[in-house]
């Protein structure tokens, strides 16, 4: 599953993680990749920063909260910039995917950079995916990008499992807050004939969890909330 979206800065990257979180909370087998070359975030948000061992002649992903997660990140130093070219961004995503130990797995949950770029097309060229999950805010600016990012993936064949409103609103003492507009994603799902996952709020809570990498708990709103995405996701690929 591709969790992608044209625009950064909507969350696709704590989505990813948490929705990796919650088919683990279901029991299943589940691998996180992090397609984001040059801005690679998993080693953030699952609290690890290990250097990945090999395992017969391959690279073993690294094993955190249930879940077997492998980043760029991982192998390159953090205070050093991954200034690569394009083909060398193609070739890291061919080698994440294909050179990593992965075992097993029920699911494989892909987070990508932002933009249409060269990883997205080698993701889409691969064979792998089996559907994409968008990722917006509800403003225009952010839809216009996101409308791109949609029609890169349709164009080659792949399935939009459905689209998520990100930080739809923030709760106040006076109540639910809209930071961006209202609705926008919504009206996107329709607009591309996708199914509307569900609008999630900016919660605090999950922001300082990703700064500290690990999952909230269970019966947290944010952890229901995903439990709910992953439940449809898993029923559209039926993966129970």
Known sequence: IVVASGKGGV?????????????????????????????????????AAERPSTRDGKIAPVERHGVSAMSIGYLVDADKAVAWRGPMVMGAVRQLIGDVAWGALDVLIVDTPPGTSDAHLTLAQSGIVSGVVIVSTPQKLALADVRRGAALFSGVGASILGVIENMAWIETPKGPAPLFGEGGAARLAAEIGAPFLGALPLWPDLAAASDAGAPLPPDHAASLAFDAIAAALALALRLD
């Open 11 to 47: 969350g696709k990257s704590t989505i990813a993680a948490n929705l990796s979180f919650a088919f683990a909370r279901r029991g299943l087998k589940v691998g996180l990749l992090d397609a984001d070359i040059t801005g690679p975030s998993l080693p953030t948000l699952l609290g």
